[in-house]
């Protein structure tokens, strides 16, 4: 099968890899495999899920009823012990491939899924996640004729949601007016959750550094706008809700601390902000220490509404 011989194979339905035994299947089981051409390009979409049962559903028919039909679709499963795998095997029937085993965090499974990518474009969405409307592949598909051999980034907009899945904020902007800025103690980049990944980044070994927890997949996306600019599509592709770990309070110091170590391994430099940035971070962790969770979010909100921006955790 080509880029799809790995160390792990298949018999029956059980995968077995290094003395550990998983469960897969889909439609690949049964020699189905998508096709690509260059009127109609094979879009990816890798879900990476642990016991996401209350939520993977809305993911999956988020990704089953695009209008553009050359669809492939991956699930990796880091050994659910709720009712994920059901859900999963509700929709097998439509799912190119799934895989279940114990893994070492979301990038450990993004890394996992590469191997049976087929599609030249690939975005990667978490249980919960869902592609914006039915028509976003379809818009998404009209912008890969203006990318270049060279262009390894698609990216549109992101809505955030909060819990009452109001809109808080739509991530992403054009390319000319992101490059060259910094926010959040590191140059302005797409929000991850909204690029779409050339294949050629993801064939090589473990293509997501998974001694980073929380910003592997900026750092990917880091490393690419290096070597050359990505393609803006002026569509909202991804709703998102709030939460992960880079948003939440008690992970504030290791997001930073992830950043920090990013910027130094590709270069990337900015004293005044990137001090500035650490500061904010340090008052931050320090009324979550103080007074918890839920007192951090509250100052948060506060925060933003005296910054003229819409608040965060509240409504």
Not at 31 to 40: F, K, R, V
Request: net charge positive.
């Amino acid at each position: 099968m080509g880029r799809h011989d790995t160390t792990t194979f298949c018999f029956l339905g059980v995968v077995v890899q290094t003395g550990r035994v998983a469960k897969c299947g889909g439609k690949r089981m049964s020699g189905i495999l998508p096709e690509s051409g260059a009127d109609h390009p094979l879009f990816t979409v890798v879900t990476a899920v642990f016991n996401g049962a209350e939520t993977l559903e809305t993911t999956i028919q988020s990704v089953l009823c695009q209008t553009y039909k050359n669809v492939e679709y991956i699930i990796i499963d880091g050994g659910s012990t709720d009712c994920t795998l059901d859900i999963v095997r509700k929709y097998e029937h439509v799912i190119d491939y799934w895989l279940s085993e114990p893994d070492k965090g979301v990038y450990d499974a993004f890394n996992k899924s590469c191997p049976f990518i087929m599609g030249e474009w690939t975005i990667f969405l978490g249980a919960g996640d869902v592609l914006f409307d039915p028509e976003v592949l379809a818009r998404v598909a009209q912008v890969v004729p203006e990318t270049s051999h060279e262009t390894e980034l698609i990216y549109g907009r992101v809505s955030i949601t909060n819990g009452s899945d109001t809109a808080v904020k739509v991530l992403n902007r054009p390319w000319a007016q992101m490059r060259g800025r910094w926010r959040g103690g590191r140059p302005m980049l797409p929000h991850s959750q909204g690029v779409f990944h050339r294949r050629s980044l993801l064939e090589q070994k473990h293509p997501f550094d998974t001694k980073y927890k929380i910003a592997a997949d900026s750092k990917v996306i880091y490393a690419s706008i290096a070597r050359t600019m990505p393609v803006f599509c002026d569509a909202i592709v991804t709703r998102a809700p709030l939460g992960g770990l880079s948003t939440e309070p008690k992970h504030f110091l290791s997001t930073a601390h992830e950043i920090a170590k990013i910027n130094r391994e590709l270069g990337y430099r900015n004293y005044a902000h990137q001090i500035w940035f650490f500061l904010k971070i340090l008052v931050k962790s320090l009324i979550y220490h103080i007074g918890g969770e839920a007192h951090a979010k509250a100052w948060i909100d506060r925060y933003r509404l005296l910054t003229g921006r819409k608040p965060k955790w509240t409504s």
